[in-house]
């Protein structure tokens, strides 16, 4: 009986992307005005705090990839987003961090609401960003891999997801 304590114990407190392969997803939201929202890391991110990044949080158990994003932004920013197409995934791989994520990451809009800081310890400051703004920026991996791959797959300039 103490050995089957001691293993709901430990796997009660195991952390997800520490103790084994946590799923992340994020949002590449984009307004009319073909800015992308990011928030800059605070200091009780779980990782990469400082870096700018496109919002977004873990997956739960029975939850989806979409339901996911949409519920991260409305908690940590007060404002709903919809989900309009997978643009990549990320392999979060953080060594230094002892940490191992995989990150797909959604273009997505505004539905409705205006966006807050809502957990100031998790995140410092919020912005609307050009494509040319965001190039000079401190990225966390995944954003400058999704910064990537928006250039690769709209090299003209960022879909208009209002029409």
Known sequence: MYIIK???NYFI???RGVDYIGVGVGAIIINKDKKIFCHKRGQKAKNEQGKWD???GGVE?????????VREILE???FVIEPVELLCVTNHILKE???HWVAPSFISKIKSGEPKILEPEKCEA???FTMEEIKDMDLSMTTR?????????????LPDLYI
């Open 145 to 157: 891999h999704d910064y990537e791959m928006l250039l690769k797959k709209y090299p003209n300039g």
């Open 13 to 15: 407190t195991m952390k």
């Open 97 to 99: 961090e002892g940490q």
């Open 61 to 69: 158990f029975n939850e989806t990839l979409e339901d996911t994003i």
């Open 54 to 56: 496109m919002p977004g």
């Open 76 to 78: 940590e920013h007060d």
């Open 6 to 8: 001691l293993l709901i």
């Open 126 to 128: 919020i912005g609307w």
